[in-house]
């Protein structure tokens, strides 16, 4: 069976450096290098998950559709690669 999971790496951004997302569940997860934080965020559609990973800035798109919009919460420990 095919992953539902999506994993885009953004080696141009300082605010995120990764965005994992399930086609099922619809979590997004993303990682924070500043603070080597990774949270979750419930219910995300796929317009806003392909907004940030087309947009040339991921973290302005974070803090416009994403931070206040979704339920998140911060996983505890990160989980592994």
Known sequence: MPSTTRVVRL?????????????????????FPKTRSVWEYDDVTITDFSAMVTSQSPGQVFNNLIRNNYKGHRLEPPPAD
Request: hydrophobic residues 45%; charged residues 40%; without cysteine.
């Open 11 to 31: 080696l141009g951004s300082d605010a995120i450096s990764e965005i994992r997302f399930d086609l099922v569940s619809k979590k997004m997860r993303l990682k």
